[in-house]
T-cell receptor
């Protein structure tokens, strides 16, 4: 079974530029999450989708971050304009259980460096 | 506020030692608790999932326990090996409020050969 796929793995941009990350979850998984992990910290939830609807985006900085989940499958996370403090690893995860009580599977992450 | 705490932040042990990693959470009303491993530059690998009705789970040399009443979980690693060196994260899904994993900051483990 293929895992959660993310791209790109690494991205370096200047502040005020834009960037987009892509995630393909495990086939059949209804719930998709984007987490932000700053160096030395645990991951922090940015947004949670169930199928193609948003369940929780309360911690997403909506003035600069946006995310969508196309047809309840793939998802993209965009940052525009980027700030220095956005330097982090962006992790995508998916779970089978629509009640979000099941096991989560994570991708390898996309590491963003903002200069 | 619903929080997850892991102490210590870092731990170094000699190979072969049995060790315990600690996780505490502020709200005992949880759906489940998960332990993850993270290698440098990599994503998270799920190790053990404990449902709220369970007291422990075992996988190989790993044993995780859950005590909801005291808001604690421990991850026991038997006969540690250098290959166990990684950051270990625990995470909780709360029964109320946000229905997604809330993570601790992790314990960075170094097993010395």
């Amino acid at each position: 079974e293929a895992g959660v796929a993310q791209s790109p793995r690494y991205k370096i941009i200047e502040k005020r530029q834009s960037v987009a990350f892509w995630c393909n979850p495990i086939s059949g998984h209804a719930t998709l999450y984007w987490y932000q992990q700053i160096l030395g910290q645990g991951p922090k939830l940015l947004i949670q989708f169930q199928n193609n609807g948003v369940v929780d985006d309360s911690q997403l900085p909506k003035d600069r971050f946006s995310a969508e989940r196309l047809k309840g499958v793939d998802s993209t996370l965009k940052i525009q304009p980027a700030k220095l403090e956005d330097s982090a690893v962006y992790l995508c995860a998916s779970s089978l259980d629509t009640a979000a009580t099941g096991e989560l599977f994570f991708g390898e992450g996309s590491r963003l460096t903002v200069l | 506020k619903q929080e997850v705490t892991q102490i210590p932040a870092a731990l170094s042990v000699p190979e072969g030692e049995n060790l315990v990693l600690n996780c505490s959470f502020t709200d005992s009303a949880i759906y489940n608790l998960q332990w993850f491993r993270q290698d440098p530059g990599k994503g998270l690998t799920s190790l053990l999932l404990i449902q709220s009705s369970q007291r422990e789970q075992t996988s190989g040399r790993l044993n995780a326990s859950l005590d909801k009443s005291s808001g604690r979980s421990t991850l026991y690693i038997a006969a540690s090996q250098p290959g166990d060196s990684a950051t270990y994260l625990c995470a909780v899904i709360w029964a109320t409020g946000r229905r997604a994993l809330t993570f601790g900051s992790g314990t960075r483990l170094q097993v010395q050969p």
